[in-house]
């Protein structure tokens, strides 16, 4: 009856520390959502015509495309490294996501597109709003 009760404790103490593992390491190894509200005012000239204006530290970048105007998320939607800008897209160091321009996604392992943010015009300049 003895080695029965050692052995239940032993089986509930393992199941107890997989479980409290498994959650340790998901923690660690999905992304975060990033919460933070921050509001970028920037000059209408910084911004080159067809091109993107890099913000590394608060990981964004602000694109004019077409005419439109508007800000991107330079966190990977896969596991959260900061993706580079290039002139053809999006592209993440880490695990060689590629998104659009738009921040669509053209190729895994990513499967979410990169998040917009809202982009005010006004007469002092350009506010990006990241909430």
Do not use: W
Request: charged share 25%; glycine share 10%; hydrophobic share 40%.
């Amino acid at each position: 009856m003895e080695s029965i009760g050692k052995s239940r404790r032993h089986f509930l103490t393992t199941l107890v520390s997989g479980i409290a593992g498994l959650l340790l390491l998901r923690r660690y190894l999905s992304p975060q959502p990033g919460k933070r509200a921050v509001k970028l005012t920037l000059a209408k000239a910084d911004i080159p015509a067809e091109g993107a204006l890099v913000y590394r530290q608060a990981r964004i970048a602000v694109i004019r495309e077409k005419g439109e105007l508007y800000a991107l998320d330079l966190v990977c939607t896969h596991l959260g490294c900061t993706v580079s800008v290039t002139p053809a897209g999006l592209v993440c160091p880490c695990h060689g996501s590629r998104f659009d321009r738009q921040g669509m996604v053209n190729k895994g392992p990513a499967d979410r597109p990169l998040k917009r943010y809202g982009v005010e015009v006004s007469d002092d300049g350009i506010i990006v709003l990241l909430a």
